[in-house]
Every structure is written in C-alpha cells, then in structure tokens.
C-alpha cells in the first residue's frame, strides 16, 4: 500500500502517456494508488490532482504529448507579480496533504534537478524518468522520446533530398536538441545528410564550404545540412571561451559566486537571424548555389510515438512501478545495455550527456564521407 503522485515537466515528446500508463498499471497491480498532477510542478503548487485508475490510462499507449500536461515551471523560481517565489514549502506541504510517498517526476534535465533539489531542501521522495527528444540525460544510455524525433526528422531531410535534387539547391534543415547534438547527429546518419553540424564540434564555414564545392566538381546536384539548433562556429566557439575565462576571472575578483544575472537584458527579445538562416546566406554566397532553409521544430515533438519509443516507456515505466513498490525512492530508472536500472537521482542532476567528439556515431558519419565541419575527412 501507499500513494504515488506523478507529473510530467518540461518540454512534452512522443512516450510520455505511454510512460504514465506504464507506471500507473504497474503501480496498481502492485497495491499503490495513484494520483495525476496537471501541468507538472504548477499544478502542485495549485492543487490541480485527480486520482488516476486502470480505466484512466487505458487507450493512451500510441497518444503523443501528455495527457496530464507539462509546464517548465519550477517549484523555486515561480514569478507572482513580477517576482520571483520560492514555492518548495507549498510543493512539500501539499505532497503531505495528499499523503504521498513518493512523486514520480517525467522530464528532462531541468526537471532532474528541480526533483533532486526538492528532495534536498523540500524533503520529499521523488523518482524521475528520462523524458527528452535531446537524449542529454546522464546515467541512461537513451531518453525515451529520442527515437520518435530521430525518426521524424529523419523522414524531413529524406523529403528534403527530393526537393533539393530537382532544384539543384543547398538546404540546410534545422534539427532540435537544445545545446547536444544527438539529434542532429543520429538523423543526419540515417538521412543521410551530407553536412551533419553539431553544437560539440565547432563548425568552420570555409571547410563546410570547401565540402560543397568538391561535392559540385562530382557532379552532385544538391546538398543536405542538418544543423543543431545550438551550433557554433569555431570563431563564437573561440569568443565564448576568451569570455567565460573572463567572467570567471571577474567572479573570483567580486567574490560574485552565484545568481548573476545576465546583464539586465532578460525579457527582452531581439529579432535574430536564426544560426540556420545565417549558414545558408553564407553557403549560398560562398558556393553560388541557391540555398534554403527549413527549420523542423516542434514538428520534432509531435505526434505518436515509434514502436521502439512505446516499448522503452512500458519498460521504463513498469519497471518504476515495481521499484516503488519496493519503496526505492531519490532515484532515476534508466536504460543500461539490456536492462532497466535504478540510479541514485544525485549522480544525474545537474549533468548533461553531450556527444563526445570520439563517439562512434561520429566515426560512422565521417566514414560515410558526411562533412562534420572540421577538417579531418
Ligand atoms: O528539450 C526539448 C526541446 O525541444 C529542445 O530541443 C528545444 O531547445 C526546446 O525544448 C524548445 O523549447 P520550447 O518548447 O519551450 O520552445
């Protein structure tokens, strides 16, 4: 017996209504009730809960988004009339009022680190799950939700290559994946892209370009560029480090250790040339081809998850049922090799799973002849 909350926070993905129902069915076959939050912490805070039974997650398994809904509102940075609130005491003492003994937290890197501090400072039991099209979770070899997004850009840079050949154009294709390149770098692969730019190889335009150009003298009548959204050239790459070397050395001389802000220019929003836009502006005037861009975004999000998806989140999702029958709290169940595995939650907050430059997926793409925007080929 005893009582589980579970929510779903952050950006939503194909999985995660297949990963509530995992979890409700197991927790209840188990003897454990269950009760749904709406719109992640938020609805916590307001007590937004309804008890969820079989029939309520019953017919959910191939529905994508969530059906409780998400918000990427944080329990400790809640704005009430333009300030910012601490709400951990509100979160802790409604988890009391609805005798909980655990909350079940779906969600990506930030919803990692909001349950692992609520359990720090709120002293609440909490258990997370994987939930993110980035796959940039620690300590689980993938995310669930990952492969239903690979496979729909994958599908776009497939339909990109028709419409590039007939044209004789350059496309580039904007990828999602936050600050990693996964993404980018997995659909690309199978899309076979000729250009895959990631946020953790820093991109050179004249070897990008160069890469083009001998694709032309072969006689290729287009190019497909997967770009992550998070790419930089090795130029800003270079800037970024000169100033974070600078804002360190700065922070050591005020003994500034935290909470800076980012110069008095949050809120306002300044219309930019998208990373995407900029490179095909510059391939096009540094190839003479005509060159297009199309942006995938929340196209990426959408819709129902793949088979290998809705397997990962029953998995995932049963196996933290079993886990919380068990009582085993202030943990995350991964992925590991064959096997669904509890981690402690402290070894996964706060971390983010970039690629590697070594990781075999980069291997593969350069012995494809895929340019990686540098210039070993
Ligand atoms: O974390 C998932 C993700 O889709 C990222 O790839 C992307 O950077 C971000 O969320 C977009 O966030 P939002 O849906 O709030 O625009």
């Not at 209840?28 to 309804?50: A, M, P, S, W």
């Not at 306002?268 to 199309?294: D, F, M």
């Not at 079993?322 to 981690?343: D, F, H, Q, S, T």
């Amino acid at each position: 017996s005893g009582t589980i909350g579970i929510l779903t926070a952050g950006g939503d993905c194909p999985g995660l209504n297949a990963v509530i129902r995992g979890v409700a069915k197991a927790a209840l076959h188990y003897g454990l009730k269950v009760v749904g939050i709406e719109d992640g912490f938020r609805g916590l805070i307001e007590n937004r809960t309804r008890p969820l039974e079989n029939a309520d997650v019953s017919g959910i398994l191939t529905q994508g988004g969530t059906f409780l809904g998400s918000s990427r509102d944080k329990p400790h940075k809640i704005e009430i009339n333009g300030q910012v609130t601490d709400l951990t005491d509100v979160v802790a003492r409604n988890y009391r009022k609805l005798k909980l003994d655990c909350l079940v937290c779906l969600g990506g890197n930030g919803t990692q680190k909001t349950a692992y501090r609520l359990h720090e400072r709120g002293g609440i039991n909490v258990l997370t799950l994987p939930k993110t099209i980035d796959n940039d979770v620690a300590e689980t070899d993938i995310t669930f939700g990952f492969d239903s997004a690979m496979s729909v850009a994958t599908e776009a840079i497939d339909r990109l290559h028709t419409t590039a050949t007939s044209h004789q154009r350059i496309i580039v294709c904007e990828i999602m994946g936050h600050s990693a390149g996964w993404l980018c770098l997995g659909s690309g692969i199978a899309g076979g892209a000729d250009v895959i730019l990631i946020p953790e190889i820093p991109y050179d335009l004249q070897a990008v370009a160069r890469h083009l150009r001998r694709r032309q003298r072969a006689g290729k009548r287009f190019s497909i560029i997967a770009v992550a959204e998070g790419i930089v050239s090795r130029e800003e790459a270079k800037a970024r480090a000169a100033m974070d070397r600078m804002a360190r050395r700065a922070a050591k001389e005020t003994r500034i250790v935290s909470g800076a802000t980012g110069g008095g220019l949050e809120g306002v929003h300044l219309v930019q040339e998208s990373v995407a836009s900029r490179l095909a502006r510059q391939l096009q005037q540094l190839t003479g081809v005509e060159a297009r861009v199309t942006a995938l975004g929340h196209v990426q999000r959408g819709g129902t998850p793949t088979a290998f998806d809705r397997l990962l989140c029953t998995r995932l999702g049963t196996k933290a049922g079993e886990l919380l029958a068990e009582r085993r709290y202030n943990i995350m169940v991964g992925i590991k090799g064959a096997e669904c595995v509890p981690v402690p939650l402290k070894k996964v907050a706060g971390i983010k799973r970039i690629v590697p430059v070594d990781h075999p997926w980069v291997k593969t793409a350069r012995l494809v002849e895929t340019c990686l925007g540098d210039e070993e080929e």
